[in-house]
Each structure stands twice: as structure tokens, then as C-alpha cells.
């Protein structure tokens, strides 16, 4: 009896572990996976593989979304910080507080001079933060190599956030900076850029600036976050590669604070909803990770626009994350950099840019 019990038991165990290892699928598509193993990229680069867990590890002492904001703000800064005195040793800039039309900004300049092809272009940047937190050192960070590397002048804007403020009070703030800049600038030689809530931020500024009926900038770079909600495979598949306990539950950019009485499908905060605006969209430069939770959005923006006729440009960066390129070390981020600089010198003060 005993004999043929030890095999009865095997095979049970084999069937319970099969069935414990072997995704089910529900009508509508969902998966059921039972854990599993998701080894970091070969693909990446040696420096981004031994920087990942030093990264989640970090990301894991960061407060949660609804902490208290001044402690959320104090983390953040400190944290920027330290990634912009480390970009500003690799990229040098001088740098300075200004007023621009009564909003605070941060004007990046490099520090061996803006080069004569760029004297009459400028660069606005919109910084990240969940539109929470990220003034000033999140701008720095953004800006410095961009600054540095492309010659260029760049205005960093400390645009209103929540939970002070709802939306649109940084579109607001934006518009004003843009119209003051129009008075020295063409709308040509200008560009708009933006991370994370910055890159969303950058769609809903275009579109009032096209509701407005505001000349376009000559370029924008919607980068790790654009013209469409959060939702899609990457949502669910980039926060279990980045370590994300299960079961997993996106965030939505209208839960956050700064959206609080908004309708998700007003196209001020999603421009991806009105083809008519988004046809009137300048070029448009889209960058993500494939561990980004906001890669599926990025890649919606872009097919959008294309349908639309705008041109584009999209990067993917294999194993990157989410704003990957705030730490200036990795030879991918130091690649993202090289491609924005490139990407508006080819379209800021082109004449055809604004055709609208």
C-alpha cells in the first residue's frame, strides 16, 4: 500500500504544481499568473543593471502618494538634490531665479555659452512630480544636461501644484510664461518638454495654447507620461517588474490630487481625445522604458498623433523605468539626452513647424 501511495502522491503533487505554475485565462482576456521570476534585462547596459536594485531600493523609501505633502516635497528635493550637484559635474551650467509674467522659474544656461544658432531659441521645461512635488531641484535635473550639452537656454517652470491648486492652474501658469517669451521669441524658435506629470503637462499646455488660439511652439518632448490617461498593458507589467507587491492597482492620472473635480474625458486634460486638436499639434518627441508604467500611454500618444499627420519620434529604452534618465550615470540616459538636444535643434526655427 505504501508503495503505490508514495507514487499517488507524486503525481498529485505534480498536478497541484502545474496547476499552481500555470496561468489562467478568464473570458474577457485577464490573466491569473501565480508568482514568478522576471530576471532584470540583458539588454541593458552593465552600469543600468548594477543600478537597478540600488534604484527600487531607494524608490522604496519614498513616502506614499498620500503622505503628508511637505513630507513628500522634503524627500523629493532632497533626493533632486543630490541628482542635480551630480548632472552639474557633468554638465556645467550657471543657473538663477527669475519672475517671469509673476510665475517662478529657474533659467539654465551652459556654462561655456548659448552657441549663435541657438541665441534666439529657448527651451521650457516642465518639471515631474505628480504635480505634487519636484520645484526648482526637479527642474534643475531636468534641465542641466539638456542646458549643457545643446547650448541652449532653459527655462524651468515652477508652475502651481496640488494640493494647493487644481488643474488647469499649471496650464495657466505656462501659458503666461509662453506669451511673455513671445515677445522676444518666435513661437518657432521655442520648445516645450516635460517628465512624467511634466510630459502630460506639456500636452494639456499645447492644447490650451491651440484652444487659445495661440500660435504652437516649434517642438515638444512628452517624455515618460503624454496625451492620454495611464491604462494599458504597461500599467499592470511595469510595476510587477519593478518589484510592485501584488495584486497590482494602477494609478490613474485623474486620482491625483491636482485633478480633483475633473472629467476624464475633457480634452484640456487628455488631448489625445480631440483629433482636431491633436492635428494641430507641433512635432513631438516621445521617450519611455520598458519598465515605465506609463510606456502603454506614451505609445498610445504617438500612434494618436501619427493618425493625425504630426510628425514624431519615439525611443524605448530597454529595461529603463519610470524618468530613468534623472541619474546621469547610465549610458542610456546619457543616450536620451543626446536624442532630445538633436531632436529640437532639427525643428526649432523652422518657419513650416507652425503651420496652424
Not at 505554475?21 to 547596459?45: C, F, M, N
Not at 550657471?94 to 509674467?101: G, V
Not at 512635488?133 to 550639452?149: N, R, T
Not at 490617461?229 to 519593478?242: F, I, K, Q, R
Request: hydrophobic content about 40%.
Amino acid at each position: 500500500m505504501i508503495r503505490l501511495l508514495v507514487p499517488l502522491m507524486l503525481v498529485i503533487a505534480g498536478v497541484t504544481a502545474a496547476q499552481e505554475t500555470t496561468p489562467r485565462v478568464e473570458a474577457d482576456g485577464t490573466i491569473q499568473a501565480p508568482a514568478a521570476t522576471l530576471p532584470y534585462s540583458v539588454l541593458a547596459s552593465p552600469e543600468a543593471r548594477r543600478f537597478f536594485p540600488q534604484m527600487l531600493a531607494a524608490g522604496g523609501k519614498a513616502p506614499p502618494i498620500t503622505a503628508p505633502i511637505e513630507q513628500s516635497r522634503a524627500f523629493y528635493d532632497q533626493l533632486n538634490r543630490d541628482r542635480a550637484a551630480r548632472m552639474a559635474k557633468r554638465y556645467p551650467v550657471k543657473t538663477h531665479h527669475d519672475t517671469i509674467a509673476g510665475v517662478g522659474v529657474d533659467v539654465i544656461e551652459p556654462a561655456q555659452g548659448i552657441t549663435p544658432r541657438n541665441r534666439e531659441r529657448v527651451l521650457i521645461n516642465l518639471h515631474g512630480g505628480a504635480f505634487l512635488w519636484g520645484a526648482h531641484s526637479g527642474g534643475l535635473v531636468e534641465s542641466i544636461p539638456i542646458a549643457s550639452l545643446g547650448r541652449i537656454q532653459v527655462i524651468s517652470v515652477d508652475y502651481r501644484q496640488a494640493p494647493e491648486h487644481v488643474f488647469p492652474a499649471a496650464s495657466e501658469d505656462v501659458e503666461a510664461v509662453y506669451r511673455e517669451l513671445l515677445k522676444h521669441h518666435k513661437a518657432t524658435d521655442i520648445g516645450i518638454y516635460g517628465c512624467s506629470a511634466g510630459g502630460v503637462l506639456t500636452g494639456e499646455a499645447v492644447a490650451r495654447l491651440i484652444d487659445h488660439k495661440l500660435p504652437v511652439p516649434g517642438a515638444i518632448g512628452t517624455f515618460c507620461g503624454s496625451l492620454v490617461n495611464m491604462e494599458g498593458d504597461s500599467t499592470y507589467v511595469a510595476p510587477l517588474l519593478n518589484g510592485a507587491p501584488a495584486p497590482i492597482q494602477p494609478l490613474r492620472i485623474e486620482q491625483l490630487p491636482y485633478f480633483k473635480g475633473t472629467n476624464a474625458r475633457d480634452p484640456r486634460v487628455f488631448p489625445g481625445l480631440s483629433p482636431a486638436w491633436l492635428a494641430q499639434f507641433p512635432p513631438t518627441l516621445l521617450i519611455s522604458g520598458t519598465r515605465d508604467m506609463a510606456l502603454s500611454s506614451v505609445l498610445r500618444s504617438q500612434a494618436l498623433l501619427d493618425q493625425a499627420g504630426v510628425p514624431t519620434e519615439l525611443h524605448v529604452w530597454e529595461g529603463m523605468w519610470h524618468s530613468f534618465f534623472s541619474d546621469p550615470e547610465l549610458p542610456e540616459s546619457q543616450a536620451a539626452y543626446t536624442v532630445i538636444v538633436k531632436f529640437f535643434d532639427r525643428h526649432l526655427g523652422h518657419p513650416e513647424a507652425v503651420v496652424h
